[in-house]
Nanobody
Framework: QVQLSESGGGSVQAGGSLKLSCAYSGNFLTSCMGWFRQAPGKTREGVAGIVTMGGHTNYAESVEGRFTISRDKNTMYLQMDSLEPEDSGVYYC????????????????????WGQGTQVTVSS
């Protein structure tokens, strides 16, 4: 059974940093994992993806240069720097994303497994 569990969310002022973790277990056929987020009243959106074999990463334009996705054994991370109020929302890790060329799809519909989410609040 596949399980994903996020941690590390919290409240921070604009310009601050947070690091999210996603511990995962189980067997799933995937070459891609990623992070998504959902703000109140908005649809879920992709933030970053990582190819599990090789480590190629890709990012949404809104977080490029500020967020860094990484992975180590059975944990995936999202380092978030220079946070902005617009980054607030519930962050989810996901597995078995669709692979698109050398990158991972950031379309939420492409993911097969989800964590329960962790809240990130950035105040101005």
């Amino acid at each position: 059974q596949v399980q994903l569990s996020e941690s590390g969310g919290g409240s921070v002022q604009a310009g601050g940093s947070l690091k999210l973790s996603c511990a995962y277990s189980g067997n799933f056929l995937t070459s891609c994992m990623g992070w998504f987020r959902q703000a109140p009243g908005k649809t879920r959106e992709g933030v970053a993806g990582i190819v599990t074999m090789g480590g190629h990463t890709n990012y949404a334009e809104s977080v490029e240069g500020r967020f860094t996705i990484s992975r180590d054994k059975n944990t995936m991370y999202l380092q978030m720097d220079s946070l902005e109020p617009e980054d607030s929302g519930v962050y989810y890790c996901a597995a078995a994303l669709k692979r698109v060329g050398t990158s991972c799809s950031l379309d939420p519909a492409s993911a097969s497994y989800w964590g329960q989410g962790t809240q990130v609040t950035v105040s101005s």
